[in-house]
């Protein structure tokens, strides 16, 4: 499939933006750093935004008339 480094390529920045996360969560959490818990929950937004991307691949690989 054409698309299919595309897919790989989306998993590999989604589970990296992922993990970051997850990191900025837990480590604003032992710090009371409420800058670095904001910043986490804009790498939130990039993970949704990264789960939307992978739903659109998804969607271009159907063959419209199945």
């Known amino acids: ?3 299919e480094p595309n897919r790989v ?3 590999c920045m989604l ?3 992922f993990v970051f996360f997850i990191v900025e ?5 032992m710090t009371s750093s409420l800058s670095m ?3 986490s929950f804009h790498m939130l937004s990039d993970v949704i ?3 939307v991307a992978l739903v659109a691949v998804r ?3 159907k063959n419209p008339f199945d």
Do not use: G, H, N, P
């Open 37 to 39: 818990l904001s910043d």
């Open 25 to 29: 969560v837990v480590v604003s959490r």
């Open 9 to 11: 390529r989306l998993l």
């Open 59 to 61: 969607f271009a690989e």
């Open 15 to 17: 589970s990296l933006t």
């Open 1 to 3: 499939m054409a698309c």
């Open 49 to 51: 935004a990264l789960i």
